[in-house]
């Protein structure tokens, strides 16, 4: 697990290229995570990591970590190096959500 301070993303920072069997996959967080570096995988690949940093949206603002350009399948978020956190489908031409969870392990789809 690694950390960075990053500063706030302004609402039109995060551009998707979504289409065809790309899609994206973002996940929510509560603000203590920001820095920390999630890391997913699909089965048999290896992972990739994606900061949570504070996205300012016109509301007010999110946590999150965002991963474009995946291609489609189910996704294991890692709790740390050994644990899951839970898994997601992500399908080409859409956004997939999951929730990170707030204590123990979870399940999204």
């Known amino acids: 697990m690694h950390e960075h301070a990053y500063g706030p993303s302004e609402t039109g920072s995060v551009v998707l290229d979504l289409g065809g069997d790309t899609g994206a996959l973002i996940v929510y ?33 999110l946590h999150t970590a965002v991963y474009p350009d995946l291609p489609s399948g189910i996704y294991t978020v890692w709790w740390d190096d050994m644990r899951s956190a839970g898994t997601v489908s992500v399908h080409g031409g859409g956004i997939a959500d999951f929730m990170w969870p707030s204590s123990g392990f979870g399940v999204a789809s």
């Open 29 to 61: 967080t509560s603000p203590d995570l920001h820095g920390r570096e999630i890391e997913i995988s699909r089965e048999g690949e290896r992972r990739v990591h994606s900061a949570v940093r504070e996205r300012r949206v016109r509301d007010g603002s």
